[in-house]
């Protein structure tokens, strides 16, 4: 530390200016963290990019502005004829399977 009074109070500016920039990095930092946060983590909806729309321009007016939503179904699945829900394909029990087999 320097006797001098004035070089002390010079010191101590700098080291006072030094905190403030460091302290204004800091929450410029964590306010960029907090948009990222929010971007990955938050809310999600379908996000259109105007820049991108032209890109579809000619599907659009091939599909005569029917688009559909992500994740349905371009048609409805035709019912079966007798109005029941298909099963998951598992296949009968053998006739030679005694009843009792279950109940144990």
Not at 37 to 60: H, I, K, T, W, Y
């Amino acid at each position: 530390m320097p006797d001098d009074l004035a070089t002390c109070h010079g010191m101590i500016r700098e080291l006072a200016a030094s905190l403030r920039d460091a302290h204004r990095q800091v929450e410029q930092l964590g306010h960029r963290l907090d948009l990222l946060l929010r971007r990955l983590c938050g809310p999600r909806s379908e996000r259109v990019d105007p820049n991108q729309l032209p890109l579809f321009a000619d599907q659009a007016e091939d599909d005569s502005g029917v688009v559909p939503a992500p994740g349905s179904p371009a048609e409805p699945p035709a019912p079966s004829a007798s109005g029941r829900a298909k099963g998951h394909d598992r296949k009968p029990l053998p006739a030679d399977l005694p009843a009792s087999v279950g109940s144990m």
